[in-house]
């Protein structure tokens, strides 16, 4: 499986070109045993993504497969550390994601991405720019109630407190929108489902793609 080349698009840099190396997906394939994939975790705050995403590589490392997670508050302190929460740079946060995600793909690496990611557009964008087969969408599904009570950072708690005061917050869920995957490849219900059965999921959904052996998991 091969991924994409990066698609024209406008840019401030000039007389640059795209060097092709001389290693092969087959000999990555040798190496890792994994072909090309972006696990890619959306869902409100608190619902269980970045848990999930965790225990995900654990199981994957366990089964001898490599897998690196890119979570969102992790990203911000170093790569987006320059970004807010307005649209615009909420966006150009996941065009980043994406493209590291796809770095780690090219590397046969796995790469779990967390993240809220609240705009369908933003994600198709990712989505794009993977081979459509490694690209994997899990909705993270919680109701908004079950994930102001678990706020584990008190980030809802806050949020309401300054809405109320009349100050626009930007928050997902609240004064922001989340626009929910029509058709994810993965659609767990985490008021419902352990992280166990949770990561069970997606592990099928990984064999059932041939990215990783079914023995292997």
Known sequence: MVLKKPAEMSQKSTDITWHAGSVTPADRHKIT?????????????????????????????????????????????GLNRDLGFSEADRTENIR?????????????????????????????????????????????????????????????KKARANIAAGNAMSFTGLDAPYEAPSNPEVHLKTAEQSVEASVAAIMSVLVDRRVISGAGA
Request: aromatic share 6%; net charge neutral.
């Open 33 to 77: 045993g994994n072909q090309p994939c972006v696990v890619w975790l959306t869902g409100l705050s608190g619902c269980g993504k970045s848990t999930i995403a965790m225990a995900l590589e654990s199981a994957l490392i366990r089964a001898a497969h490599l897998a690196f997670v890119l979570d969102g508050d992790n990203l911000r302190h």
């Open 96 to 156: 980043r994601v994406g493209e590291v995600a796809k770095l780690l793909a090219d590397a046969h690496i796995i790469a779990i991405c967390s993240f809220i990611s609240p705009y369908r557009a933003d994600r198709a964008g990712v989505r794009r720019r993977i081979e459509p087969s490694a690209f994997i969408e899990v909705f993270v599904d919680a109701p908004l109630s079950v994930c102001e009570a678990r706020d584990p950072k008190d980030l809802y």
